[in-house]
């Protein structure tokens, strides 16, 4: 029997930079799939499980854990992992790919198959390549053990088609489809999710391009997926730390969600990077006053001023605050008679 040359100087490196920042999702990812790879499934899952304690945004750690419980051949717990994942990232071709593989290898058949369905329609051409044949072999098994297979959904319509090639070819397409503020109709997020299927596969054959990961937020945003909006815009910024509109996007984002002091935390970001911007320094003094944070509130509007000395609501916000805290401020010690002793 080949033993396995364990590299444990990588190891305490991927260890390391967990330890330093132990809320990014990514690093217990690749230190799970490393590990994993290293045919040590065990920690692995310890791995990925301290992750999931953890981070905030989660389903690369689920679909990990998915394969590693499916390598131990504990196919239930697998499917289990596998389901979360997908459920976090509906529109993700690989975690409905694995799912559906795995699926099977648990004996849910119909599952399977119908799970295969939805990833031949997320992954399009080059996903039904691969898959059909799989496909056709579920749909058989299925009927020849009596089952029925589930009624097909209906094909996505020939302007979905056409607008899934379109931002195939040209992914600033996927940009305009989500310019409108109202609620979209039936019709319009079918077109979304269209556009994503086109982004996410050219996201998986260029996953360097920050564009494509912006646009991605974009659309997820308009179908009301925020927590995956705000993930793609944080890879766009990984990409390039200097890309603003992908910084804003995401303090709107964390605003729409209610967390207010990681939209602080990206809109300081946007001041640093564009210090002449007028309203993202009374966006960010509106936000770190909402978070109970005045002094640094305070900062912000007086920078606002600095760029617009004339500007009445960075006054007037700042005269609130300093008055507030005048107000506040503990009483000084009492004088003493007769001057200094």
């Not at 196919?75 to 997908?86: G, P, Y």
């Not at 099977?104 to 058949?109: D, E, I, K, P, T």
């Not at 300081?268 to 990077?273: A, G, R, W």
């Amino acid at each position: 029997m080949t033993m396995r040359h364990h590299d444990y100087q990588k190891e305490s490196a991927l260890r390391q930079k967990v330890s330093v920042e132990p809320g990014k999702p990514e690093l217990y990812a690749e230190l799970g799939a490393w590990l994993s790879r290293a045919g040590r499934l065990a920690q692995a899952k310890e791995a990925l499980n301290a992750g999931l304690a953890q981070a905030t945004r989660t389903p690369r750690l689920y679909h990990l854990l998915g394969l590693v419980f499916a390598g131990a051949g504990d196919f239930d717990s697998a499917v289990r992992h596998l389901e979360r994942a997908a459920q976090h990232e509906p529109g993700r071709f690989e975690f409905l790919r694995d799912l559906a593989l795995v699926q099977g290898a648990a004996g849910r058949l119909a599952d399977s198959v119908e799970t295969l369905r939805q990833a031949i329609c997320v992954g399009g051409d080059a996903a039904a390549a691969s898959l059909k044949p799989l496909f056709r072999v579920g749909e058989k098994a299925l009927v020849e053990s009596g089952a029925k297979p589930e009624r097909r959904p209906p094909q996505p319509s020939r302007r979905a088609a056409l607008i899934e090639r379109l931002v195939s070819r040209d992914p600033s397409v996927a940009e305009a489809l989500a310019t409108r503020r109202t609620e979209p109709s039936a019709q319009e997020m079918e077109n979304l999710r269209a556009a994503r299927r086109a982004l996410v596969r050219l996201a998986a054959q260029h996953p360097t391009y920050p564009d494509l990961h912006f646009g991605l937020s974009v659309i997820a945003e308009q179908l009301g997926e925020v927590d995956r909006a705000i993930e793609a815009a944080e890879k766009a910024v990984a990409l390039n730390p200097r890309y603003v509109e992908a910084c804003l996007l995401a303090v709107r984002l964390y605003e729409r969600s209610g967390r207010r002091a990681k939209a602080a935390e990206w809109c300081q970001k946007v001041s640093e990077l564009q210090p002449q911007w007028l309203d993202v320094h009374l966006r960010l003094g509106h936000l770190l006053r909402e978070e109970g944070r005045p002094h640094e509130a305070a900062a912000a509007y007086r920078k606002a001023l600095k760029v617009d000395k004339r500007c009445a609501e960075a006054r007037r916000r700042l005269d609130d605050i300093e008055s507030a805290l005048a107000t506040a401020a503990p009483p000084g010690p009492p004088a003493q008679e007769g001057g200094r002793a």
